[in-house]
């Protein structure tokens, strides 16, 4: 049986981690809460060091975790079950569901031929990113692939460990170092491309593959609705016209519900509202109900595929605007991320402040480009943001937690973030 067919289910989320030997003096354990964790502590406690350690043992990037200043640290997940890796002179240890596995790093420069595919993908990405081309998620799969390190060929139960258990380190000192525009012009580009700017054309591109999908369906569903609503006159020969129009009424106001939250995030044009069709209809006509109701029906099921993208839409828009001044974000799939000035005045996000596009950042890789039963780690998330930003950041970010089933393991020094979640500090000083 493969790997693929034993794969464990999720390990999410984290249940605490035992460290040991941290800076060569310090062991202590940190037990998680399953929606955010808080670390604190003085510069050089450890914080970040942890993040880290957690991370490149969940990518599985054990050259990088053997250059860590830790002995070693266990993980222990939501079934129970253990994953420790310490370092020795020689490599890596790691341990768990089988026989311990030895990594002997003494020819790491010398793996097979995956390791310069990783090197030249990743070259790759980068001059895609300094073009401003949008990176397909073909290609960041295989980069993610490669960078777990499997060319050390671990046994069976490490793989299906791994693969249950996803990580995502954010650190907010090198977030605002991919936000500075790359200087270098592309070839056929008047102006320095930005990570933000990637992630206007993702949106754009998620939006109208989304809407292209939309209307594939919405064509097929219009296509039946003839003989629909044949048949629904058909069956309700002779009810009531009265308690028709009443299902008429409460179909009707779903689908104007649901057309209003639409158009707010860019997903429906106001004159495609199914609702502008009917000004007014005979409430006595059992017949003509029947029909209304049928096309208010087809009508809801059309939106209602749109409505789990809308809701993301709509997180990262009210994120963003709730924290902006003076402008706004609008969502289309034209531009997918445009700043709305007080005055009308369109601009590009690459026009925001630092702060503000470290925010649109976060909130879009933690609604967008992060995976489902993850543990997110966020490293300083305050840096660069406006003190007034920081009440309710992670109450915020717990929302999109909740819409992705995310964890959270936060290291800050900011006692504004910590503000209404003193139960989730965990201090390194105290330790």
């Given at each position: 049986m493969s790997v693929e067919e034993q794969a464990l289910p999720s390990l999410w989320p984290l249940r605490a981690v035992e460290v040991s030997g941290l800076f060569g003096n310090r062991s202590f354990g940190l037990p998680f809460d399953a929606a955010a964790t808080i670390i604190t502590g003085e510069n050089g406690s450890g914080k970040s060091t942890i993040l880290r350690a957690i991370n490149l043992v969940g990518k599985g990037q054990w050259a990088r975790f053997h250059e860590l200043p830790i002995d070693g640290i266990e993980l222990r997940f939501a079934d129970e079950s253990r994953l420790s890796v310490a370092n020795s002179e020689a490599g890596v240890v790691v341990a768990g569901r089988g026989d311990p596995w030895t990594i002997d790093l003494e020819e790491f420069e010398h793996v097979d031929p995956r390791r310069r595919e990783a090197i030249a993908m990743r070259?790759?990405?980068?001059?895609?990113?300094?073009?401003?081309a949008p990176v397909p998620a073909s290609v960041r799969r295989r980069i993610a692939e490669l960078e777990r390190e499997e060319y050390?060929?671990?046994?069976?139960?490490?793989?299906?460990?791994?693969?249950a258990f996803e990580t995502k380190l954010i650190s907010a000192r090198r977030l605002e170092h991919r936000l500075r525009p790359d200087r270098a012009e592309a070839p056929g580009r008047s102006a320095p491309s930005s990570v933000v700017e990637r992630y206007a054309l993702e949106m754009r591109d998620r939006m109208r593959d989304e809407l292209s999908r939309y209307a594939a369906e919405s064509q097929q569903q219009e296509k039946s609705l003839p003989s629909r609503i044949v048949d629904a006159m058909q069956r309700g020969a002779g009810d009531d016209s009265e308690r028709i129009a009443v299902q008429v009424d409460e179909l009707r106001a779903e689908v104007r519900g649901l057309a209003v939250s639409l158009a707010r995030v860019g997903l429906l044009d106001e004159e495609e509202d199914p609702d502008s069709q009917f000004e007014g209809y005979p409430r006595d006509n059992a017949s003509i109900l029947l029909a209304v109701r049928e096309v208010y029906s087809v009508a809801r099921d059309r939106l209602s595929r749109l409505t789990r993208l809308r809701a993301e839409l709509d997180l990262f828009a009210t994120f963003m605007n709730e924290r902006l001044t003076e402008k706004r974000i609008e969502l289309n799939p034209i531009a997918g991320i445009e700043v709305v000035l007080a005055r009308g005045e369109r601009i590009s996000p690459r026009q925001l402040s630092s702060g503000e596009q470290q925010l649109l950042a976060l909130a879009y890789e933690l609604l967008f480009d992060t995976e489902p039963h993850c543990v997110v780690l966020l490293d300083e998330p305050e840096l660069s943001l406006h003190v007034a930003w920081l009440k309710g950041l992670i109450a915020a970010f717990m929302d999109m937690g909740e819409r992705r089933e995310l964890q959270f393991v936060i290291a800050t020094h900011s006692p504004s973030i910590l503000a209404?979640?003193?139960?989730?500090?965990?201090?390194?000083?105290?330790l």
């Open positions: 070259r790759d990405l980068d001059a895609h990113l300094r073009a401003g050390f060929d671990p046994p069976d139960w490490v793989a299906e460990t791994l693969g209404g979640h003193i139960d989730s500090e965990r201090s390194l000083d105290l």
